[in-house]
């Protein structure tokens, strides 16, 4: 029986720099269990990749997105394919696809972060809360999700735009109505489950109130679930996002991935310019693959019969 | 002869080493005996009998010098002539929790004529007559067939696993806690039942179980295991009353017992050793409180002290100082860490 | 005085199938009588022993004294007021006063938490100490459970073996300074060999820090090493009460008698007397008037199916029994 070494904690230490090696700990704790799997070191690389782009993205960009560009002998450079000048090439605007992407990157990797993010939050605690206290607690919030299920994204969207004009908070908004219904549906299954355990009856006996039971003693026990749901709302705003961007729902001052493929179907070109079809794309791809790849990662934390031997 | 087992040993290969769960047990089972291996958490014995039965996942490593049943070799047997010639038919198992072993969805009569129509070509109605002969025999109402599992109690639901392992009249049958989870009550019932049965059909049975209550009431002979090896093994009179190894004296220590109010209790300090690795010198040596350096270096053989009355230790010369001293607390409680 | 007056207990579960059960699967109305009509009384710093089988309710009862579950009749007294009328400071204080020990050392700890943080909970959940007597107190409690507590205080519950779970949880229970502790079973999940260190580790302590313990089992063997008194439970009722050793050598209930003999001893010698008691355990759905145990009783009479349950009756000092035929001494022996 492996025995744990022993951290001998001084008394004297401050409050902050407890704090912050508790967060590196658990910072730690992250990239072991996203490093114990195979899949999963392969998506943390391309998330890392991609966040790296949207963090460094105005000194990365050779050119800025919205300009229109002209080459050597001062033409403008309209649909030029990929080549040294433009390595992602043109749009039939002359702007340059690669300093585009390179921005898009950022703006959809912060939507979708906060889409995943907020969904996440949102169900969960509403999962916690209907699980835990049952009753006409539990049937109000369940309503309310099943009403939520009836809410079609785009419709919403469209009624948004036309009550408030356009932008892309309100793609996160519905991107967020929708998707924390499955995360909320989820939760509260484990917290009924949990809340059935000894351990939980042990820390009623001694005196935890019932807030203080949800989040220091059952949530910590959901948190690989969570984790793994942030991973896949992550994804899923990614593509509902791109998929609005695309109908022409997005916010046309802000550069996604989906805007990107949205200027190309409008320009018509959209048989013709294969880089300008094929870079958002594979992006978009790309960065969903990673995320399910992570989320595989926590599925194995969470459910330790999928670990291999 | 019915069972020879001789030098047994189970190793699985695990990411962190070698696992020894059985590490050379030698043990003979006779006609008509009743056999109990008494062990705790981890000692081995679940392992045993599944070795026995073939029941061990692949990552089980089983070897013996000999294992053979009525003289025939078992090592040689393919896994499927050993499912067809020997589970079942001549060894079978009411298993650990048995209890919950029924499927819920099917009623208790059919999955026991399932049991017997998988091994022995037999028509229904008589495969049925059968079940009707054995729910009798185990002392249930044979109109209970028709029920589901949820309609039996624990008591009963027990009793018609040992129905399903009687179905085939076997020579050997092995039980692997057959009353722990039983109130007392019904487990006096079923134990009485099962010593009739035995007297009736004359199978031999393997019982294993930790409570050592139950295995004084039920063997003839009784096996102490710990860590993979055995300790002592005796007819149950002279192992209780000829007690030689520690942690023998140690459980007798242990067992509360309500004939004798005024005993004092005596737990053994420490856990179980690891079993990964190689344990060079006798498995007990961390919780013994008379071991010596002979026992961390050297693992005891198996001494004759009395007719078949086996045990491996270094101190037997001092057996009758190891009996006194096992009786007062102050022995045990002195080196090792809580437990 | 008395710390613990149970007056009554009782506690009914209704099972309703609904009018589409009803209608679907024909079944009705049922309740399910767990604990029905248990009193007892409890001196300061005794052990009572609560024994009998699965069903009788004895772990009900334990959570009822505990309040994790609200009886539906009865009252529970601690030292002197009723539980039932318990303002928010009182519940607080009550929760403080009362721990309880659990039966599965493998499931009553949050696998997420280190031993530290295990044994501080109640004290933090309760806000009685600030951070740096919450910690002493931590480690004084954890020596006193025989954990080492630099060796222990950073473990998971993963990293410890069964006993020093047990032990753990022990320290969750007493760190609070309790005045009653209810044990559930602690050592029916352990190891034969480590259970009696733990059963005189609760019983040392008990002695020590002076409260009050009601240990619960099936085990009467294990009962009868640590209680000073004990109670015998059958279906929900309470068949007999009395000093340990002398309900064991003088059982007065036909259950408790039944109980008592058909205990396994570790000695191959002896055999266990042929229980007289008949047929199955019952299940406390709906039960039949009269005395609980009369369907199975060897010495049951008219009078113990018709009448309502005996009540208890002083059969020496002390040790009372419920059953109809103390009343007639010259009946014991008649049978239907």
Same mark, same amino acid.
């Given at each position: 029986m492996n025995r744990a070494r022993s951290t001998a904690v001084p008394a004297s230490e401050n409050v902050l720099s407890k704090a912050l090696r508790g967060f590196g700990g658990a910072l730690r704790n992250q990239g072991r269990i996203i490093g114990a799997s195979g899949l999963g070191r392969i998506g943390a690389v391309i998330i890392l990749f991609f966040g790296v782009i949207a963090i460094l993205a105005p000194w990365l960009a050779l050119h800025d997105p919205w300009e229109t560009l002209r080459d050597a002998s001062n033409?403008?450079?309209?649909?030029?394919?990929?080549?040294?000048?433009y390595p992602l090439g043109t749009t039939t605007l002359g702007r340059d696809i690669l300093s585009q992407m390179i921005y898009a990157t950022r703006a959809t990797m912060i939507i979708g972060l906060i889409s995943g993010v907020v969904s996440i939050a949102i169900g969960a605690n509403i999962g916690l809360m209907a699980g835990y206290y049952g009753g006409k607690l539990d049937e109000v919030l369940m309503r309310f999700t099943d009403i939520i299920y009836g809410m079609p994204f785009l419709p919403f969207i469209i009624v948004l735009i036309s009550l408030f004009g356009r932008s892309q908070w309100f793609v996160v908004l519905a991107i967020v109505v929708i998707i924390w219904r499955t995360s909320a549906r989820v939760v509260r299954a484990q917290t009924l489950a949990l809340k059935q355990r000894q351990f939980v009856s042990a820390a009623k006996a001694r005196g935890c109130s019932n807030l203080r039971i949800i989040y220091r003693h059952i949530m910590p026990n959901i948190l690989p679930l969570l984790l793994l749901y942030t991973a896949f709302n992550i994804a899923w705003s990614i593509i509902a996002e791109a998929g609005a961007s695309f109908l =022409?729902? =997005?916010?046309?001052?802000q550069l996604t991935w989906g805007g990107m493929l949205y200027d190309l179907w409008i320009s018509g070109k959209s048989r013709v310019a294969w880089w300008w079809f094929a870079a958002p794309s594979i992006a978009i791809v790309l960065l969903v693959s990673a995320l399910v790849f992570v989320s595989r990662a926590y599925e194995e934390v969470a459910n330790p019969r999928l670990r291999q031997r | 002869m019915l069972l020879d087992i001789q030098d047994l040993k189970v190793h699985y290969a695990t990411n962190q080493g070698v696992v020894k769960a059985v590490d050379g047990v030698t043990l003979s089972i006779g006609e008509n005996e009743v056999v109990g291996i008494a062990g705790e958490s981890g000692c081995g014995k679940t392992t045993l009998i599944k070795s026995l039965l073939r029941l061990l996942p692949g990552t089980a490593a089983v070897s013996a010098d000999r294992l053979a049943f009525r003289g025939r070799d078992l090592q040689g047997l393919s896994d499927r002539e050993f499912r067809k010639q020997i589970l079942w038919n001549e060894i079978s198992l009411v298993p650990q929790s048995a209890m919950n072993s029924l499927d819920p969805v099917y009623r208790v009569g059919e999955q026991v004529v399932e049991a017997i129509r998988a091994h022995v070509e037999t028509p229904r109605r008589q495969a049925r007559e059968r079940v009707a002969h054995l729910f009798d025999v185990v002392g +249930?109402?044979?109109? +209970?067939?028709?029920?589901?599992?949820?309609?039996?109690s624990g008591g009963m639901r027990q009793r018609a696993m040992i129905a399903m392992a009687l179905a085939l009249e076997p020579s050997l049958i092995i039980m692997d806690e057959p009353t722990t989870g039983l109130d007392v009550l019904v487990q006096e019932r079923i134990i009485r039942k099962l010593l009739e049965i035995r007297r009736e059909i004359k199978s031999s049975i393997l019982l294993i179980t930790h409570d050592i209550s139950v295995i004084a009431e039920m063997s003839d002979r009784i096996g102490i295991m710990y860590a993979g090896r055995l300790m002592e093994l005796a007819s149950a009179t002279d192992l209780f009353e000829q007690t030689h190894h520690p942690y023998t004296l140690g459980l007798k220590n242990a067992f509360p017992s309500i004939k004798a109010l005024d005993r004092e209790l005596i737990s053994i300090p420490g856990s179980p050793p690891n079993l990964i690795g190689t344990l060079a010198g006798c498995a007990f040596e961390g919780r013994c409180p008379f071991a010596v350096s002979a026992c961390a270096s050297e693992r005891p053989a198996e001494t004759e002290v009395g007719p078949s009355h086996r045990v491996a230790c270094h101190r037997l010369g001092d057996v009758e100082t190891m009996r006194i001293q096992a009786s007062e607390k102050s022995t045990w409680q002195s080196s090792k860490s809580a437990a | 005085m008395a710390i613990l007056e149970i007056s009554g207990l009782t506690k009914h579960f209704e099972v309703d199938p609904g009018l589409l059960g009803r209608v679907l699967s024909g079944k009705h109305k049922q309740t399910i009588k767990a604990v029905d009509g248990v009193s007892f009384e409890m001196q300061p710093g005794e052990i009572l022993g609560i024994a009998g089988e699965s069903g009788c309710g004895k772990s009900t009862t334990c959570l009822l004294i505990s309040k994790l579950h609200e009886p539906t009749g009865g009252t529970i007294r601690f030292k002197g007021k009723d539980i039932a009328e318990f303002d928010r400071e009182a519940l607080r204080n009550y929760r403080r006063a009362v721990q309880l020990i659990f039966q599965d050392p493998y499931e009553s700890l949050n696998p997420r938490f280190t031993t530290f943080d295990l044994v501080a909970e109640g004290p933090r959940a309760l806000g009685v100490w600030d951070r740096e007597e919450t910690a002493r107190r931590v480690i004084e409690t954890l020596e006193l459970v025989g954990l080492k507590p630099d060796e222990y205080k950073d473990r998971y519950p993963h990293q410890m073996s069964g006993g020093e779970r047990q032990r753990v949880g022990i320290a969750c229970a007493l760190v609070l300074e309790p005045e009653l502790v209810i044990a559930d079973e602690?050592?029916?999940?352990?190891d034969v060999s480590i259970r009696a260190g733990i059963l005189d580790l609760i019983r040392d302590l008990s002695h020590r820090l002076n409260f009050t313990c009601i240990y619960v089992s099936h085990d009467l063997s294990i009962l009868s090493n640590i209680s000073e008194r004990l109670l015998v439970m059958y279906l929900g009722m309470a068949m007999e009460i009395g000093p340990t050793d002398r309900l064991i050598r003088n059982p007065q209930h036909p259950y408790a008698k039944a109980l008592v003999e058909a205990v396994p001893v570790p000695d191959p010698r002896y055999k266990r007397p042929i229980p007289a008691i008949k047929g199955e355990i019952a299940r406390p759905i709906d039960p039949p008037p009269g005395c609980r145990f009369a369907s199975r009783c060897p010495q049951v009479m008219d009078a113990c199916r018709q009448d309502p349950p005996p009540a208890m009756r002083e059969v020496e000092p002390g040790h009372f029994a419920a059953c109809h035929l103390l009343e007639f001494p010259a009946a014991e022996g008649a049978t239907v």
């Open positions: 033409k403008v450079a309209i649909m030029r394919p990929p080549s040294w000048d =022409g729902f =997005g916010d046309p001052d | +249930l109402q044979a109109s +209970l067939m028709d029920n589901y599992p949820h309609e039996f | 602690p050592l029916s999940m352990l």
